[in-house]
């Protein structure tokens, strides 16, 4: 069982920052991939950003610049630093962790771009 736990979200002014974290635990023998996807209602969840465990990264063009991800293998941590945020950045955001096979979930953190 592995589980992934989100947080850093909330209610940021536009052209403002947030970090993510997601942090995985249990029975984790090696993490392959982690990421962050978002989604808002009545629309499919979206890729966001990604990164491997040797570092290979990418990103969706809407976030290219602006968002940065990281991360910490020896925590089994994952982060997300969102600068310039736009209202379309509005959306719950959610952390993949990829344990061989398997791809688990976290319940989500909300994120609100409003003034």
């Known amino acids: 069982q592995v589980q992934v736990v989100e947080s850093g979200g909330g209610l940021v002014q536009p052209g403002g920052s947030l970090r993510l974290s997601c942090a995985a635990s249990?029975?984790?023998?090696?993490?392959?991939?982690m990421g962050w996807y978002r989604q808002v209602p009545g629309k499919q969840r979206e890729f966001v950003a990604g990164?491997?465990?040797?570092?290979?990264?990418n990103y969706a063009d809407s976030v290219k610049g602006r968002f940065t991800i990281s991360r910490d293998n020896a925590k089994n941590t994952v982060y997300l630093q969102m600068n310039s945020l736009k209202p379309e950045d509005t959306a719950v955001y959610y952390c993949?962790?990829?344990?061989?096979?398997?791809?688990?979930w976290g319940q989500g953190t909300q994120v609100t771009v409003s003034s």
């Open positions: 990164i491997t465990r040797s570092g290979i990264i």
């Open positions: 993949n962790v990829a344990v061989g096979a398997h791809g688990y």
């Open positions: 249990g029975s984790i023998a090696s993490i392959y991939g």
